[in-house]
Nanobody, 121 residues
Framework: QVQLAESGGGLVQAGESLRLSCAASGSIFRVNNMAWYRQAPGKQREMVAVVTSGGDTNYADSVKGRFTISRDNAKNTVYLQMSSLKPEDTAVYYC???????????????WGQGTQVTISS
């Protein structure tokens, strides 16, 4: 059993910062890519940022220069530092990880329960 536990969401004003955390736990052999997605009301879920096990990162154009994704491989934890937040960043943010539960198992996608981020103007 693998679980992803998110924390750090909340309500802030435009221009402020928030930091999200997501820790993977359970029967884990290896964690590959870790990522953050978000889903705003009435919109499809979109990728925000992804980080590989080696530390390579990729960002959605809408957050480049404002958000930073990082990970602590020893803790199986991924972070999303969000700065210069805008009202359009308001969404439920989901953690995603591609995890192998054994050396013989293919990586599978796991998701957190989501954390609400609300930016007031």
């Amino acid at each position: 059993q693998v679980q992803l536990a998110e924390s750090g969401g909340g309500l802030v004003q435009a221009g402020e910062s928030l930091r999200l955390s997501c820790a993977a736990s359970g029967s884990i052999f290896r964690v590959n890519n870790m990522a953050w997605y978000r889903q705003a009301p009435g919109k499809q879920r979109e990728m925000v940022a992804v980080v590989t096990s080696g530390g390579d990162t990729n960002y959605a154009d809408s957050v480049k220069g404002r958000f930073t994704i990082s990970r602590d491989n020893a803790k199986n934890t991924v972070y999303l530092q969000m700065s210069s937040l805008k009202p359009e960043d308001t969404a439920v943010y989901y953690c995603n990880a591609k995890i192998e539960i054994a050396y013989w198992a293919a990586a599978k996608d796991y998701w957190g329960q989501g954390t609400q981020v609300t930016i007031s103007s």
